[in-house]
């Protein structure tokens, strides 16, 4: 199976910083890596697929790069409506494998 | 894109059977995966199954033998208290692999006594 780690687990940041989140899989999952943006009582917003495509609509100040097994999701300049908790997700081998997330708040 | 819909989440006993159901709008197996992803309360996500062209299946050791999916529902059978959470139906927009998705909003399932 490959596992997903995660890092930080949380982090607190200010409106307007750069944040950046990191993702490294146990082996090799290409491209296929999936960031998720989740709310509390909400369901998770899809925010990246193939590790650097946005998803319509989701705003450019999100990004995302990476392949194999290092990834990352930068958010470049922190929005009041970004604090939530955050997900990487491989979709390249089943078992499909999500990372532990990772908690985003305002310092 | 179309919607994604999942209902029949329950209080159920341990041991009992349920059977979630998933209306996506527009689907179409050849071009689809449909996965289906639980998250404990408090907890993370946790991937459950995956359908790739209406027939190929795919299960978390967890509910191995235990849940079945079918391009419209997820089977719980011998559900037990660790199978608390809500079950999300999310259907892709490609055959395999990482492209657009569409989440449902999801529903709780919680197993108790």
């Known amino acids: 199976d490959i596992q997903m780690t995660q890092s930080p687990s949380s982090l607190s940041a200010s409106v307007g910083d750069r944040v950046t989140i990191t993702c490294r899989a146990s082996q090799s999952v290409m491209k296929y890596l999936n960031w998720y943006q989740q709310k509390p009582g909400k369901a998770p917003n899809l925010l990246i697929y193939?590790?650097?495509t946005l998803q319509n609509g989701v705003p450019s100040r999100f990004s995302g790069s990476g392949s194999e097994t290092d990834f990352t999701l930068t958010i470049s300049s922190l929005q009041p409506e970004d604090f939530a908790t955050y997900f990487c997700h491989q979709t390249y081998s089943p078992p499909l494998t999500f990372g532990g997330g990772t908690k985003v708040e305002i310092k | 894109e179309g919607q994604v819909v999942e209902s029949g989440g329950a209080l159920i006993q341990p041991g009992g059977s349920l059977r979630l159901s998933c209306a996506a709008s527009?689907?179409?197996?050849?071009?689809?995966?449909i996965k289906w992803v639980r998250q404990p309360p408090g907890k993370g996500l946790e991937w459950v199954s995956v359908l790739y062209g209406g027939s190929r299946t795919y299960y978390a050791d967890s509910v191995q033998g235990r849940f079945t999916t079918s391009t419209l529902y997820l089977q719980m059978n011998r559900l037990r208290g660790d199978d608390t959470a809500v079950y999300y139906c999310?259907?892709?927009?490609?055959?395999?692999?990482?492209?657009?998705?569409?989440w449902g909003q999801g529903t709780l399932v919680t197993v108790s006594s």
């Open positions: 193939a590790a650097s």
């Open positions: 999310v259907r892709a927009s490609c055959s395999g692999g990482s492209c657009p998705e569409q």
């Open positions: 527009g689907l179409t197996v050849s071009r689809n995966y």
